[in-house]
């Protein structure tokens, strides 16, 4: 059985930082591609970053290039979201999500298999 848990979330001013986690179990970790979504109150959930399986290409939405960085480590079947100059508009609970073998429109909620419960991220003014 596959789970993601995130965890790492929290409250924070404009301007911090904070680094979300996604632990993942019961699947080959290595061989997932790893995305983050977001989803805002009244918002559909969207995109936030991927990086891939084979080689850790990464990709960012356009509001966050620059300031989130994506990364994995597969000896501890985990992702990371390490954010930087949170804004206000960054407040959303964070998802985590796994494609197996994820290649093609990773920016896609549908392409993903599996999703994390989701932590709250914060950012006040």
């Known amino acids: 059985q596959v789970q993601l848990v995130e965890s790492g979330g929290g409250l924070v001013q404009a301007g911090g930082s904070l680094r979300l986690s996604c632990a993942a179990s019961g699947l080959t970790f290595s061989s997932y591609t790893m995305g983050w979504f977001r989803q805002a109150p009244g918002k559909e959930r969207e995109f936030v970053a991927f990086?891939?399986?084979?080689?850790?290409?990464?990709y960012y939405t356009d509001s966050v290039k620059g300031r989130f960085t994506i990364s994995r480590d597969n000896a501890k079947n985990t992702v990371y979201l390490e954010m930087n100059s949170l804004k206000p508009e960054d407040t959303a609970v964070y998802y985590c999500?796994?494609?197996?073998?994820?290649?093609?429109?990773?920016?896609?909620?549908?392409?993903?298999?599996?999703w994390g419960q989701g932590t709250q991220v914060t950012v006040s003014s």
């Open positions: 999500a796994a494609r197996y073998r994820g290649s093609q429109r990773m920016a896609y909620i549908r392409s993903y298999d599996h």
């Open positions: 990086i891939n399986w084979a080689d850790s290409i990464t």
